[in-house]
């Protein structure tokens, strides 16, 4: 099944830095949400986000969909990508290396 890569940016670039408003706390939950429904759905390989706090703050999600279209459908389905709060680049990933076991969370 084919890989997409998907790069999640704050709109507000300072987000990170300066903490979220109410609307982008909620939108940032419901984000998370949605991931963890993608998970379970097996559409969701890996997430994450920089640990930086400034403006070059950004997420990078791994998903595998059946074409680049169901893709582009999940990335805009996003809460926080409806809500204006983050904006998202879709780029097809083809992955070469894979580590089998599971690395550590932390």
């Known amino acids: ?3 997409f890569l998907l790069r999640l940016d704050p709109v507000r670039p300072d987000m990170h830095a300066t903490g979220p408003t109410q609307q982008e706390a909620e939108a940032i939950g ?3 949400g949605y991931l963890q429904r993608l998970m ?3 559409a969701l ?3 994450g986000r920089s640990q930086i706090l400034d403006q070059e703050a950004f997420a990078l999600v791994l998903l ?3 074409s680049e ?4 459908a999940l990335m805009r389905a996003d809460p926080a990508v409806t809500q204006g709060v983050l904006s998202g680049e879709l780029h ?3 992955i070469t290396q894979w580590r089998a076991e599971r690395p550590a969370l932390g």
């Open 69 to 72: 279209s169901r893709a582009l």
């Open 1 to 3: 099944m084919p890989h």
């Open 30 to 32: 419901a984000h998370l």
């Open 40 to 42: 379970e759905q097996g």
């Open 92 to 94: 097809p990933f083809r």
């Open 45 to 47: 390989l890996l997430a």
């Open 64 to 66: 595998q969909a059946d």
